[in-house]
């Protein structure tokens, strides 16, 4: 492999804002937790390196905001390469893929995220072009149409996705390496804010860090947006002053609870509570009654509820636990085996 260089990205999304690229980690080393994950990934890569081979495709599942992007962004900086970001959604036939694959160099990387939002034909396109480095592009229609071989430069393909289980399993088997992100210890994400807050000049105390993390539902992302909220809360309402007690004020302001709900969680768990009589009910009567996407509610808020033991899913659809219940009455839920952290 060729000596470190910056990565070029091109795809359909855009650049973060800059200040989302100044506080995402750049490379392997300054990322923070996932730290089993992070250490597969790296003998995987440094193999590769020492061998002068291409990485094998990696997938990526988890939920939203735990660092997938991170991982698929830095990899190609370990490996002193490029990197073409696509979108599952925006592929919606093989031509669009087309541009990609043709020009991927040798040893780049190619990220789509969401990719188990990708139709079965553009999926069975990629399979030669995963296993064999090629394409089969067909010219023409009926009796004069004639298919060309078109090969590759050998690729790694990195896939993300927050619902594995909606890949097929022949894409899933051309994934060499597959890995799990899980949710963020209190510990990682007050260690990530402490870091963010000094690449923003934001002078913090360790109470502050570690309240903020708390509130954090586990996830940098997450993380980063209610730091920002906390420093811009400061500089409006607190002459730029910040300490736990501003922190506490600048969150419950936004409707972020001690467990990290905002308002449309609890709007989840008050639904199932008060309309439904604490469930068991269906994730689509629910989405319908919240006037929202069930993708939406099965992606974005269900995850961590479920983590925290304030909901379960049953045969018969969603139920709210006593946890849940003793959360919405105001009571801190207690410590026991059902405690995240």
């Excluded at 999304?13 to 506080?23: C, F, I, K, N, S």
């Excluded at 009796?143 to 060309?148: D, L, S």
Aim: aromatic share 6%; proline share 7%; net charge negative.
């Amino acid at each position: 492999m060729s000596s470190y260089r910056e990565p070029t990205i091109r795809g359909d999304d855009e650049p973060p804002a800059a200040e989302d690229r100044a506080l995402r980690p750049t490379r392997m080393a300054d990322m923070v937790g996932q730290r089993e994950v992070y250490e597969r990934l790296m003998i995987a890569v440094d193999a590769a390196r020492k061998r002068g081979d291409v990485l094998g495709h990696i997938l990526l599942d988890g939920p939203p905001g735990l660092g997938k992007t991170t991982f698929a962004t830095c990899i190609p900086r370990e490996l002193g390469t490029t990197l073409q970001i696509a979108s599952g959604a925006a592929l919606a036939a093989p031509k669009d893929l087309l541009p990609y694959l043709s020009n991927a160099a040798e040893g780049s990387v190619l990220f789509i995220d969401e990719i188990h939002r990708l139709p079965i034909a553009v999926e069975e396109f990629l399979y030669p072009a995963m296993e064999d480095f090629r394409i089969d592009i067909t010219l023409g229609e009926g009796v004069a149409a004639r298919t060309i071989n078109m090969p590759l430069r050998p690729f790694t393909l990195i896939g993300a996705t927050t619902r594995p289980g909606l890949i097929s399993k022949p894409m899933r088997d051309r994934f060499q390496v597959r890995e799990h992100l899980d949710y963020y210890s209190p510990e990682d994400l007050a260690e990530i804010i402490r870091r963010s807050a000094v690449k923003l000049e934001l002078p913090m105390d360790d109470a502050t860090a570690d309240e903020i993390a708390r509130r954090s539902r586990g996830t940098p992302r997450l993380a980063n947006n209610r730091l920002r909220w906390v420093r811009d809360y400061s500089t409006s309402r607190a002459a730029g002053s910040l300490d736990l007690a501003i922190a506490r004020t600048a969150l419950e302001m936004q409707g972020i609870d001690i467990l990290g709900l905002d308002g449309f969680d609890r709007r989840y768990l008050e639904t199932i509570q008060r309309v439904f009589g604490g469930g068991p009910v269906g994730i689509e009567a629910i989405a319908h009654t919240m006037s929202s996407a069930p993708d939406t509610l099965e992606d974005d808020v269900e995850p961590f509820l479920l983590r925290c033991e304030l909901v379960i899913r049953t045969p018969r659809g969603r139920r709210l636990t006593a946890r849940g219940e003793e959360h919405l009455s105001g009571l801190s839920p207690g410590p026991g085996p059902g405690r995240l952290f």
